[in-house]
């Protein structure tokens, strides 16, 4: 009886949570495909009464949706792939090999987790402008080559790989790199596709850096130009939410297909034990 | 031993030089520039930049405006934080429950807010919290409570934020939650329900206790990263009604980015990190070993 | 596994140097490259069909017009020039043209426009005064205003004619007057004016027409002098008295829909929207709005002069082709097709002479309100100031501060921010 209850509560409950977790997603689909204005009445449409692609083709149209979708997507794949290398390098060797500094090194690092990202930006901005990297690719991609919770995260991970198999190893006389290489990443592969989602998602959807670095509009990734016609366009909704679609989709597709590889790294890197 | 030695800062290297270089080195030159008068007429002409010493800070200070930000930004972290994990434990613990259904599913469509592109969902929330054609007001109206100008009323358009970023938050630290949740043993609460406890004992004899080193880290991490409120009110309220939605990140934004003063833009970043630092450090002390490496 | 990292290694270098590459690669400098110009909001979609007449008359010369959202021009233009990334021309906010000379990005005008077809005097006076810049080799020319901008009257003639009052208001008493007795006969939802809490343009003019902001050479404020006090009582006293909402614009749902429903008599605005309440107001209700001068304290005042200017960069490399662009915007036919195209007004008389504007009853009082306009404080920290004025004037309004202590506050907060100017200027004279 009491169980019986509990089922209906529980689940009740949980319902009514996805619910309000996807409902506003939801809503922003079904206004994408309303005609201008139709969401400005009252009552408040749910569903679009007749389905238009008019805002789509305005977005990919006069507004070039296009260009910021590519941008967005080659600095992500462009992040992703350095970053991904970088701190799968560095992880394994704060991990496995011993070397002068080691531990202390990794603990500042721990420590500046604690610095806010921003405090960082304006010197930065600075310091590539005499490099020429201001409104380039490389200037968006520069901050994001490497990062503490990275290493972090292939640490933790790489911490499991036994020491007599890369004992094991040296015995037979293969070097280092090959170790790293043939045995070390295979093993680390799991950790390498939950670095890779967690790299891409951040700088698909990274805003202040981008607005800051680039100022040429055809550089500008989604959320950049996003931001800018929510500032112009404030009345066409529909639009706004069009682009909104066209911004989330992606990153929800790459999640729904490797959610797996996302959730077990957030929990590897911070659950201890 | 000394090949490894190599090896070890040859693969550590290129990860540390790029966190040196663009990390490091400019926040030790953000840190020299809080010390001196950049502005407009210095960025022009470098000649006429002037080293200030602790002046920044001390104007800073005496900023009403930066006091507002300071007080939005601790409004937004102090009401935000126990709302957001407070909604994440509550969907840990249902998801949980031995009597939960579709457990994958639910927890997919629970995360899936937390993945998306905050430009993108403030977008969609600034109209779902329109004061005429938002859903939300239309909602309220049908109960009889009368509709609330979100983003436009002083007093409400940080509770909208709040409630925007719980949304968008909670499933972050619901996941994380979940598998510490998952990691207590059936056992014990098979053993506690022999014994004669009822579910809310369980709660908070078993289940509480045992979240708690969880708990402080979600918390920790939450904390500082609800202190970096910047891109909803870039978004959502500009900094509006009345300067009611500045946060610290907001007001150094356009301090450093609208009126060039990248001196004080700098001073307020620093504030900011020492802040957040304070605030780390006082909770720490709740849990003695962050790094989880006894070895 | 070895390969997959390794090509992925690779992938990551070749991106990297790629994307180093065009860091590097000189897309803006090229000399035969496009000419850049950066322009905001509606005009640069505009501006796309005009350029045919100019590529027609200098084949060769190809345009990239980039659009800025004017909540963000500001910013990227600054951001633009601390990275080297301005364009060769673009449309400037003529409040933005202090900033800009004292950051010395700008190319003075006054010989081009000498040597070219375009007559200086045909401008508007105080118009033209904006884009006047001191310098230490004396005042020069550093933009060519595009449009012009000014606040005046828009008015629902039928609400003042149904109150007593035959015509506009001309003098501050009048406009109570008449503000007044609209209230009382409109009842609950019945204003005499709409000023949103956020726009401080009306505030501006009202000032402008009481005398001098700032003190001692534009480095100390003169907020809480008896000046820029008259014009905060009178400002403040609107709302105080009920004869306005105190509402920003953001709480308006519809400025059109509640100008006709009659919720307002008076709105303070600019030229953009004699095109706008021709489109969004009910027939019903077209002939029966109008617009006049701003009234001053004791006849027709002076107003904000507002608009963009055309400016030439300094850092162009293709000076040349793009001040003939600049001159093809400006020749009197250019602009009365600009204006047909956005309801932007000349800032040639000569334009004026159109039919589209000579007979146009709302816009001949923006032509009579143009021939008595003044300039904002042409120091780069004036945007600034402009904005903490009305968030000032805003505190006042909601009775949150007294107007003694409020304007006291803003010129102790203007003393400090011009602190650096002052020093600047001590700095000169000490050098002499």
Redesign the interface.
């Given at each position: 009886m009491n169980?019986r209850w509990?089922?209906w509560v529980?689940?009740g409950?949980?319902?009514g949570?996805?619910f309000?977790?996807?409902f506003?997603?939801l809503?922003?689909l079904s206004?994408s495909f309303m005609p201008a204005g139709a969401?400005?009445?009252?009552?408040?449409p749910?569903f679009p009464s007749t389905v238009t692609l008019d805002n789509y083709r305005q977005l990919f149209g006069s507004i070039g949706m296009g260009r910021y979708f590519m941008n967005s997507l080659a600095l992500a794949?462009?992040s992703s792939?350095?970053s991904?290398?970088?701190?799968v390098?560095?992880g394994?060797?704060?991990a496995k090999?011993?070397?002068?500094g080691?531990d202390a090194?990794f603990?500042t690092?721990?420590g500046?987790?604690?610095?806010?990202?921003?405090?960082?930006?304006?010197?930065?901005?600075?310091?590539?402008?005499p490099l020429?990297?201001?409104?380039?690719?490389?200037?968006a991609?520069?901050?994001m080559?490497?990062s503490?919770f990275g290493?972090f995260l292939v640490r933790?991970f790489a911490?499991g790989i036994p020491d007599d198999l890369l004992e094991a190893a040296r015995i037979d006389g293969a070097s280092?790199?090959r170790i790293?290489?043939?045995i070390v990443?295979?093993l680390l592969a799991p950790v390498l596709a939950t670095l890779a989602i967690f790299s891409f998602?951040g700088s698909?959807?990274d805003?202040?850096w981008p607005l800051?670095?680039l100022?040429?509009?055809?550089l500008h990734t989604?959320?950049?130009a996003?931001?800018?016609?929510?500032?112009?366009h404030v009345q066409d909704?529909e639009l706004?939410?069009a682009?909104?679609v066209v911004?989330?989709l992606p990153?929800?597709l790459v999640?729904?297909a490797l959610?797996r590889h996302?959730?077990d790294g957030?929990?590897a890197g911070?659950?201890?034990? | 031993m000394r090949k490894t030695q190599l090896v070890g800062w040859a693969l550590a290297a290129p990860a540390l030089v790029v966190i040196a270089v663009f990390f490091a080195l400019p926040v030790a030159a953000g840190l020299l520039l809080s010390l001196t008068d950049f502005d407009l007429y210095a960025l022009a002409d470098l000649s006429t930049l002037r080293f200030v010493g602790l002046q920044n800070y001390a104007r800073l200070l005496q900023t009403p405006l930066f006091w507002q930000a300071l007080g939005n930004t601790f409004y937004f972290v102090v009401v935000g934080v126990p709302v957001s994990i407070g909604l994440s434990l509550g969907a840990a613990l249902l998801l949980n429950a031995r009597v939960a259904k579709w457990q994958p599913l639910f927890r997919t469509a629970l995360f899936a807010p937390v993945v998306t592109t905050v430009v993108a969902v403030a977008v969609i929330w600034r109209y779902l919290l329109h004061t005429r054609y938002g859903l939300i007001n239309q909602g309220l109206e049908s109960i009889g409570v009368g509709p609330v100008d979100w983003l436009g009323n002083p007093h409400w358009a940080m509770p909208a934020i709040i409630l925007f970023a719980a949304w968008k938050n909670f499933g972050y630290n619901m996941v994380i939650l979940l598998a510490a949740l998952q990691a207590v043993p059936r056992e014990l609460y098979e053993s506690a329900r022999v014994d004669g406890a009822r579910p809310l004992r369980q709660l908070v004899d078993l289940t509480l206790p045992m979240l708690t080193p969880t708990l402080v880290m979600v918390g920790i991490m939450t904390i500082t990263g609800y202190f970096q409120l910047f891109a909803e009110p870039y978004v959502m309220t500009q900094g509006g009604p009345l300067r009611s939605t500045v946060s610290v990140l907001y007001f150094m934004y356009e301090e450093g980015f609208r009126w060039w003063n990248l001196g004080n833009a700098s001073a307020v970043a620093f504030a900011l990190f020492v802040v957040i630092f304070a605030v780390s450090w006082v909770l720490l002390r709740f849990d003695r070993d962050p790094t989880g490496a006894t070895a | 596994m070895k390969a997959r990292r390794a090509a992925l290694k690779g992938l990551g270098a070749l991106a990297l140097g790629g994307a180093g590459a065009l860091a590097g690669c000189g897309r803006r400098d090229d000399p035969n490259g496009p000419l850049h110009f950066w322009a905001m909001g509606r005009e640069a979609e505009v501006v796309a069909e005009l350029l045919p007449a100019f590529h027609a008359r200098h084949p060769g010369v190809q345009v990239r017009v980039q659009q800025l959202p004017w909540t963000a021009a500001h910013e990227k233009l600054l951001t633009a020039y601390a990275g080297g990334a301005l364009p060769d021309l673009c449309q400037l906010g003529n409040t933005w043209l202090p900033e800009f000379t004292a950051l010395d990005a700008l190319e003075p005008l006054d010989a081009r426009l000498a040597g070219s077809g375009v007559p200086r005097d045909d401008y508007f006076a105080g118009i033209l005064d904006t884009n006047v810049m001191p310098t230490a080799q004396g005042p020069r020319l550093f933009g060519l205003p595009w449009y012009v901008d000014t606040r005046l009257l828009f008015y629902r003639s039928d609400l003042l004619r149904a109150a007593g009052f035959a015509q506009a208001p001309r003098s501050w008493a009048e406009w109570l007057d008449a503000m007044r007795a609209i209230r009382q006969r409109g009842g609950r939802n019945g204003f005499g004016a709409l000023l949103p809490l956020n726009e401080p343009d009306p505030l501006f003019a009202l000032a402008l027409q009481q005398g001098a902001l700032l003190a001692d050479d534009d480095t100390r404020g003169a907020f809480s002098k008896p000046a820029f006090r008259r014009a905060l009582d009178f400002y403040a006293g609107i709302f105080h008295e009920g004869l306005a909402p105190v509402m920003t614009d953001a709480q308006i749902s519809n400025v059109w829909d509640e100008f006709a429903r009659g919720m307002f008599a008076f709105y303070v605005s600019g030229p953009w929207n004699i095109g706008e309440f021709r489109r969004r107001l009910p027939t019903a209700l077209q002939g029966r709005w109008a617009t006049a001068p701003l009234p001053g304290p004791d006849g027709p005042g002076v107003s904000t002069a507002g608009g963009s200017s055309l400016v030439l960069f300094k850092s162009s490399r293709r000076k040349e082709a793009a001040w003939r662009l600049i001159e093809f915007l400006s020749e009197t036919d250019t602009m009365q097709r600009f204006h047909a195209l956005t309801g932007d007004l000349p800032p040639r008389r000569s334009a004026w002479r159109a039919p589209a504007l000579a007979l146009d009853a709302p816009s001949q009082a923006f032509a009579q309100q143009l021939e008595r306009v003044r300039a904002a404080p042409k120091i780069p920290e004036w945007e600034r100031i402009f904005q903490e004025m009305q968030q000032t004037a805003q505190r006042v309004v909601q009775r949150v501060q007294g107007a003694e202590a409020a304007t006291a506050q803003l010129d102790a907060w203007v003393d400090a921010l011009l602190e650096k100017r002052r020093w600047l200027r001590a700095r000169a004279a000490a050098a002499r």
């Amino acid at each position: 009886m009491n169980a019986r209850w509990a089922v209906w509560v529980v689940n009740g409950l949980l319902a009514g949570l996805a619910f309000v977790s996807l409902f506003p997603l939801l809503w922003m689909l079904s206004v994408s495909f309303m005609p201008a204005g139709a969401s400005s009445t009252l009552p408040t449409p749910i569903f679009p009464s007749t389905v238009t692609l008019d805002n789509y083709r305005q977005l990919f149209g006069s507004i070039g949706m296009g260009r910021y979708f590519m941008n967005s997507l080659a600095l992500a794949l462009l992040s992703s792939a350095i970053s991904v290398s970088f701190n799968v390098m560095a992880g394994y060797a704060f991990a496995k090999l011993r070397f002068r500094g080691r531990d202390a090194i990794f603990k500042t690092l721990l420590g500046a987790l604690v610095i806010p990202g921003q405090v960082a930006m304006l010197p930065l901005f600075l310091m590539l402008k005499p490099l020429g990297l201001i409104n380039s690719y490389a200037g968006a991609v520069v901050p994001m080559m490497a990062s503490v919770f990275g290493i972090f995260l292939v640490r933790q991970f790489a911490r499991g790989i036994p020491d007599d198999l890369l004992e094991a190893a040296r015995i037979d006389g293969a070097s280092e790199w090959r170790i790293f290489l043939t045995i070390v990443v295979p093993l680390l592969a799991p950790v390498l596709a939950t670095l890779a989602i967690f790299s891409f998602l951040g700088s698909w959807n990274d805003f202040m850096w981008p607005l800051i670095v680039l100022t040429d509009d055809s550089l500008h990734t989604l959320p950049v130009a996003l931001a800018g016609l929510s500032r112009e366009h404030v009345q066409d909704n529909e639009l706004m939410m069009a682009g909104s679609v066209v911004t989330i989709l992606p990153v929800l597709l790459v999640f729904l297909a490797l959610q797996r590889h996302y959730m077990d790294g957030l929990m590897a890197g911070s659950v201890k034990g | 031993m000394r090949k490894t030695q190599l090896v070890g800062w040859a693969l550590a290297a290129p990860a540390l030089v790029v966190i040196a270089v663009f990390f490091a080195l400019p926040v030790a030159a953000g840190l020299l520039l809080s010390l001196t008068d950049f502005d407009l007429y210095a960025l022009a002409d470098l000649s006429t930049l002037r080293f200030v010493g602790l002046q920044n800070y001390a104007r800073l200070l005496q900023t009403p405006l930066f006091w507002q930000a300071l007080g939005n930004t601790f409004y937004f972290v102090v009401v935000g934080v126990p709302v957001s994990i407070g909604l994440s434990l509550g969907a840990a613990l249902l998801l949980n429950a031995r009597v939960a259904k579709w457990q994958p599913l639910f927890r997919t469509a629970l995360f899936a807010p937390v993945v998306t592109t905050v430009v993108a969902v403030a977008v969609i929330w600034r109209y779902l919290l329109h004061t005429r054609y938002g859903l939300i007001n239309q909602g309220l109206e049908s109960i009889g409570v009368g509709p609330v100008d979100w983003l436009g009323n002083p007093h409400w358009a940080m509770p909208a934020i709040i409630l925007f970023a719980a949304w968008k938050n909670f499933g972050y630290n619901m996941v994380i939650l979940l598998a510490a949740l998952q990691a207590v043993p059936r056992e014990l609460y098979e053993s506690a329900r022999v014994d004669g406890a009822r579910p809310l004992r369980q709660l908070v004899d078993l289940t509480l206790p045992m979240l708690t080193p969880t708990l402080v880290m979600v918390g920790i991490m939450t904390i500082t990263g609800y202190f970096q409120l910047f891109a909803e009110p870039y978004v959502m309220t500009q900094g509006g009604p009345l300067r009611s939605t500045v946060s610290v990140l907001y007001f150094m934004y356009e301090e450093g980015f609208r009126w060039w003063n990248l001196g004080n833009a700098s001073a307020v970043a620093f504030a900011l990190f020492v802040v957040i630092f304070a605030v780390s450090w006082v909770l720490l002390r709740f849990d003695r070993d962050p790094t989880g490496a006894t070895a | 596994m070895k390969a997959r990292r390794a090509a992925l290694k690779g992938l990551g270098a070749l991106a990297l140097g790629g994307a180093g590459a065009l860091a590097g690669c000189g897309r803006r400098d090229d000399p035969n490259g496009p000419l850049h110009f950066w322009a905001m909001g509606r005009e640069a979609e505009v501006v796309a069909e005009l350029l045919p007449a100019f590529h027609a008359r200098h084949p060769g010369v190809q345009v990239r017009v980039q659009q800025l959202p004017w909540t963000a021009a500001h910013e990227k233009l600054l951001t633009a020039y601390a990275g080297g990334a301005l364009p060769d021309l673009c449309q400037l906010g003529n409040t933005w043209l202090p900033e800009f000379t004292a950051l010395d990005a700008l190319e003075p005008l006054d010989a081009r426009l000498a040597g070219s077809g375009v007559p200086r005097d045909d401008y508007f006076a105080g118009i033209l005064d904006t884009n006047v810049m001191p310098t230490a080799q004396g005042p020069r020319l550093f933009g060519l205003p595009w449009y012009v901008d000014t606040r005046l009257l828009f008015y629902r003639s039928d609400l003042l004619r149904a109150a007593g009052f035959a015509q506009a208001p001309r003098s501050w008493a009048e406009w109570l007057d008449a503000m007044r007795a609209i209230r009382q006969r409109g009842g609950r939802n019945g204003f005499g004016a709409l000023l949103p809490l956020n726009e401080p343009d009306p505030l501006f003019a009202l000032a402008l027409q009481q005398g001098a902001l700032l003190a001692d050479d534009d480095t100390r404020g003169a907020f809480s002098k008896p000046a820029f006090r008259r014009a905060l009582d009178f400002y403040a006293g609107i709302f105080h008295e009920g004869l306005a909402p105190v509402m920003t614009d953001a709480q308006i749902s519809n400025v059109w829909d509640e100008f006709a429903r009659g919720m307002f008599a008076f709105y303070v605005s600019g030229p953009w929207n004699i095109g706008e309440f021709r489109r969004r107001l009910p027939t019903a209700l077209q002939g029966r709005w109008a617009t006049a001068p701003l009234p001053g304290p004791d006849g027709p005042g002076v107003s904000t002069a507002g608009g963009s200017s055309l400016v030439l960069f300094k850092s162009s490399r293709r000076k040349e082709a793009a001040w003939r662009l600049i001159e093809f915007l400006s020749e009197t036919d250019t602009m009365q097709r600009f204006h047909a195209l956005t309801g932007d007004l000349p800032p040639r008389r000569s334009a004026w002479r159109a039919p589209a504007l000579a007979l146009d009853a709302p816009s001949q009082a923006f032509a009579q309100q143009l021939e008595r306009v003044r300039a904002a404080p042409k120091i780069p920290e004036w945007e600034r100031i402009f904005q903490e004025m009305q968030q000032t004037a805003q505190r006042v309004v909601q009775r949150v501060q007294g107007a003694e202590a409020a304007t006291a506050q803003l010129d102790a907060w203007v003393d400090a921010l011009l602190e650096k100017r002052r020093w600047l200027r001590a700095r000169a004279a000490a050098a002499r």
